[in-house]
Nanobody, 117 residues
Framework: VQLVESGGGLVQAGDSLRLSCAASGDTLRLYAMGWFRQAPGKEREYVGGIVWSAGASSYADSVKGRFTISRDYYKNMVYLQMNSLKSEDTGIYYC???????????WGQGTQVTVSS
C-alpha cells in the first residue's frame, strides 16, 4: 500500500486546514488509516485514526474536539479536518496505515503544517 499526503501549508492560529491522504496498491488489505505528526525536536505522535471498514475513529487528547478524521472508502482517501489550529499543532503530518491490527506499517512522506501565532 502506498500513501500520499497533500494539503499542508502555512496558516494562522485559529484557522482551519484539511489534509488528504490517497492510498493506492493493495487497499483491500487495509485495516485502519491514521495520522501522526512530528514537531521539531520531538518524537512522532499519534493524532488520530479510523478503522477502514467500520469507520470508527479515535483521537489524541490534544486534538479532540478540534480535529476530525473521515474517509472515503470507495476513493481510498482519508482526511484530517483541523479546526481552531494552534501554534503547537505545527509539524510534519504523516498518513499511516495498518495492514494488520497491531502495527502501523505503511507511511506516507509527510506534509508540513505550520501554524503561526
Amino acid at each position: 500500500v502506498q500513501l500520499v499526503e497533500s494539503g499542508g501549508g502555512l496558516v494562522q492560529a485559529g484557522d482551519s486546514l484539511r489534509l488528504s491522504c490517497a492510498a493506492s496498491g493493495d487497499t483491500l488489505r487495509l485495516y485502519a488509516m491514521g495520522w501522526f505528526r512530528q514537531a521539531p525536536g520531538k518524537e512522532r505522535e499519534y493524532v488520530g485514526g479510523i478503522v477502514w471498514s467500520a469507520g470508527a475513529s479515535s483521537y489524541a487528547d490534544s486534538v479532540k474536539g478540534r480535529f476530525t478524521i473521515s474517509r472515503d472508502y470507495y476513493k481510498n482517501m482519508v482526511y484530517l479536518q483541523m479546526n481552531s489550529l494552534k501554534s503547537e499543532d505545527t509539524g510534519i503530518y504523516y498518513c499511516a496505515a495498518k495492514i494488520i491490527k497491531t502495527s502501523w506499517s505503511e507511511w506516507g512522506q509527510g506534509t508540513q503544517v505550520t501554524v503561526s501565532s
